[in-house]
């Protein structure tokens, strides 16, 4: 019976998988134009399983020839005759599978180990154009893990002697299409580049064309597959109610979305909200090379991680721009999505993750250890007691803060006091999300699941009466969507002449609204 598969390549007689032939299909059109192009996306984002995928389906009509640099030692590519050596035997042990020709198997026997180590540039060029020569039909290569050799001058004259074949194809036989995968764009190789190869960096990828191919994985075709596994174990579920949670939480990214079904499935969960909800917390608190991969990044680039930290506590709205750093750096990881001429954080997975991360720096902190010291006051029976969190976390604001105008740090920086306050309330039961859309330097709206049951909190830096009604016309909005009779709002004023402390509940629309002044 197939499995759901988060280690590897999916395989379609193995592993549940979504569909994938719509993207196979544009891949298809792009290698028969002639293209040469760059699948770069974020780490287990589906790069490795497209490129099996697309080497099996081209197979009758090209020589695919499928390899990876994965594995080896990047000084290998510390100049450009060990890079095109390596590269030409990679292509030798693949042509066994690429090609039923005797004619290229002999070739690569006979010609292409010739004084590899030695091998000029032009050779590498002269070998290639026989070997298209010699191929029955039409040659496509593949490279995997590209990232490997990226941060090295030898790859990237390696790259050049590839462009100027590819530049000269009218008077010579050249491949017809190479497509690189890693999590860089090859465009952006000096990001990677080591400080003192900085300087002979010269874009030598400019003839791919974009990759703008979404890879990620759509609420139908997460319905589809949960449809195949649902009739494979005989169960009985909403596939597409099931599916839709699913990709609202991870935006389809490939890797999220097979570990939750992976966890719900070997922990038996209940294919509903609580079970999904499980498995999320479970993948936030469990180990992974993905989220490993997110904080190293993270360490590696300080400026990405100030950017990240501006847009989830103080809701700055940074514009996109190709050129800015951190921005680029950011989409390249697929930590982030354009949205409205904006960036936003690409899923609330991560998003939730980003702000475990940056509170769990702050563990020691006086809101930290308070929050934890006060959760037992406001936790009974798997409920949380919101008007009493409410009145405990301004008590600990009141004595710990002083809120005024004078302290423009506590009024960029309440919500994520607020936040870490929360983290320890929720840790390893619960978790939280930002509504993406309610987010700004003046407000946010929280959306807390725990055990089962959802809380929607607003946070908003008080602006007067009329910006509080817009605030609460949102919020009952949020209510109606959710399916909740009450609402929160945490209020935080620092008008030297606030009252502080909870408010009458107010009932509105045939909701109640319960709202606290810090």
């Known amino acids: ?155 990237i004259r390696f790259l ?36 003192e190869e900085q300087h002979q960096y010269n874009s030598p990828w400019n003839i791919a064309v974009p990759f703008d191919v979404d890879m990620s994985l759509s609420a139908v075709g997460i319905a589809d597959m949960l449809a195949e596994y649902k009739a494979d174990h005989n169960l009985t579920f909403d596939e597409t109610v099931v599916a839709q949670m699913i990709r609202d939480y991870t935006s389809g990214y490939p890797y999220l979305v097979s570990r939750i079904c992976q966890i719900v499935d070997a922990e038996q969960y209940t294919w509903d909200k609580e079970g999904v909800q499980k498995a999320i917390n479970k993948i936030l608190t469990e180990g992974s090379t993905l989220f490993d991969d997110i904080a190293k990044k993270l360490d590696e680039f300080p400026e990405l991680e100030r950017t990240i930290k501006g847009v989830l506590f103080n809701g700055y709205r940074y514009s996109f721009n190709y050129y ?58 798997g409920i949380i007691d919101i008007p009493r969190l409410f009145a405990r976390f301004i008590d600990h604001m009141n004595k710990t803060y002083k809120m005024d105008h004078e302290n423009e740090f506590i009024e960029d920086d309440a919500r994520k006091v607020f936040l870490t306050y929360l983290r320890p309330v929720i840790n390893g039961i619960g978790s939280y999300h930002i509504e993406e859309q309610t987010r700004d330097h003046d407000r946010m709206d929280i959306v807390i699941d725990y055990l089962g049951k959802q809380y929607v909190i607003e946070l908003k830096i008080w602006r007067g009466n009329a910006y509080n009604e817009r605030g609460e016309e949102q919020l009952l909005r949020y209510l109606e969507y959710f399916d909740l009779q009450q609402g929160y709002l945490l209020s935080f004023c620092f008008n030297k002449k606030k009252t502080s402390g909870l408010l009458p509940p107010v009932e509105i629309g045939g909701r109640m609204l319960i709202e606290a002044i810090v």
């Open 324 to 381: 800015d750093k951190a921005t680029n750096l950011a989409l390249m990881f697929n930590f982030v999505k354009q949205q409205d001429g904006a960036f936003a954080v690409a899923c609330r997975m991560f998003e939730t993750w980003f702000y475990e991360y940056f509170i769990s720096q702050d563990k020691n902190s006086a809101d930290f250890i308070q929050g934890m010291t006060d959760k037992s006051q406001f936790i009974h029976d």
């Open 160 to 195: 050049g002697v590839l462009r100027n074949m590819y530049l000269n194809k009218e008077d010579d036989p050249t491949i017809q299409s190479v497509i690189l995968a890693g999590v860089y764009d090859i465009k952006n190789l000096k990001l990677k580049m080591r400080p």
């Open 1 to 155: 019976m197939k499995s759901f598969n988060t280690a590897g390549t999916c395989r379609p007689n193995e592993h549940y998988m979504v569909d994938i032939t719509e993207r196979l299909e544009i891949i298809r059109k792009m290698i028969a134009k002639g293209d040469y192009f760059c699948i770069n996306r974020g780490r287990q984002y589906g790069k490795t399983t497209t490129l099996e995928a697309i080497s099996k389906q081209l197979s009758d009509e090209y020589c695919v020839y499928k390899i990876s640099f994965e594995g080896i030692d990047d000084s290998a590519f510390d100049n450009a005759r060990t890079a095109c050596a390596i590269f030409l035997k990679l292509l030798k042990r693949r042509a066994r599978t690429a090609t039923s020709s005797e004619e290229v198997k002999r070739f690569f026997d006979e010609v292409a180990p010739r004084n590899l180590e030695t091998i000029t540039e032009i050779d590498f060029a002269d070998i290639i154009a026989e070997l298209c020569s010699l191929s029955p039909k039409p040659i496509v290569i593949l490279i995997d893990e590209v990232d490997q050799a990226g941060n090295n001058d030898g790859f």
